[in-house]
């Protein structure tokens, strides 16, 4: 365990130094922000965990987003799959999902959004349609998912305190463990 902390913490310092998507603030910053902010909110170590590891998926992309859609859910949900079970996982793959349905369900929500959000919202598909949103919310990951994204577009304030990573080292130690416990 002390191997994955040690590559996640690389990780931050070196890709996650990396300016976010037109945003005030590093992508490391961004991450560690939404981590806090899921902390702060008393959510569970599986979903503290899942915030500030949500846009892994981006760390190593040369351009990540310029033109198109990355799909860094994808990827990210894919790479932490080899240490954390799907209570983390999937909130991660659906967080892209969830602002399209946000988007779509709310339109205080999508009046909010960052102009780098507005921008990545076209290129991710736009709001969902009604049976996207049918099927998202069928989704056993959905609320947790829409809990991780509302923490992420809260994570872009460049004033805000931001925790260095090693204050989710034990979440991040707690929920791994418990991913290779077999019953």
Same mark, same amino acid.
């Given at each position: 365990?002390?191997?994955?902390?040690?590559?996640?913490?690389?990780?931050?310092?070196?890709?996650?130094?990396?300016?976010?998507?037109?945003?005030?603030?590093?992508?490391?910053?961004?991450?560690?922000?939404?981590?806090?902010?899921?902390?702060?909110?008393?959510?569970?170590?599986?979903?503290?965990?899942?915030?500030?590891?949500?846009?892994?998926?981006?760390?190593?992309?040369?351009?990540?987003?310029?033109?198109?859609?990355?799909?860094?859910?994808?990827?990210?949900?894919?790479?932490?799959?080899?240490?954390?079970?799907?209570?983390?996982?999937?909130?991660?793959?659906?967080?892209? $999902? #969830? %602002?399209?349905?946000?988007?779509? @369900?709310? +339109?205080?929500? /999508?009046?909010?959004?960052?102009?780098? =959000? *507005?921008?990545?919202?076209?290129?991710?598909?736009?709001?969902?349609?009604?049976?996207?949103?049918?099927?998202?919310?069928?989704?056993?990951?959905?609320?947790?998912?829409?809990?991780?994204?509302?923490?992420?577009? $809260? #994570? %872009?304030?460049?004033?805000?305190? @931001?925790? +260095?990573?090693? /204050?989710?080292?034990?979440?991040?130690? =707690? *929920?791994?463990?418990?991913?290779?416990?077999?019953?």
């Amino acid at each position: 365990m002390d191997d994955l902390v040690t590559l996640l913490r690389e990780m931050f310092e070196s890709d996650g130094a990396s300016a976010y998507l037109g945003e005030d603030v590093t992508q490391a910053v961004h991450m560690l922000q939404a981590g806090a902010l899921a902390l702060a909110a008393g959510a569970p170590d599986h979903l503290v965990v899942a915030a500030v590891l949500h846009d892994v998926g981006h760390f190593g992309a040369a351009d990540p987003m310029g033109g198109h859609d990355n799909h860094h859910d994808d990827a990210g949900a894919e790479l932490l799959a080899r240490w954390f079970p799907p209570s983390v996982t999937e909130p991660v793959r659906l967080h892209v $999902a #969830a %602002k399209r349905y946000l988007c779509a @369900v709310d +339109p205080a929500y /999508a009046a909010v959004l960052s102009p780098a =959000s *507005v921008h990545s919202l076209a290129l991710q598909g736009g709001p969902m349609g009604d049976a996207e949103r049918a099927a998202f919310e069928a989704n056993p990951h959905h609320a947790d998912a829409v809990a991780v994204r509302r923490w992420d577009d $809260a #994570a %872009k304030d460049h004033d805000a305190p @931001v925790p +260095p990573f090693d /204050a989710f080292a034990a979440a991040v130690v =707690s *929920v791994a463990r418990a991913a290779t416990v077999t019953p």
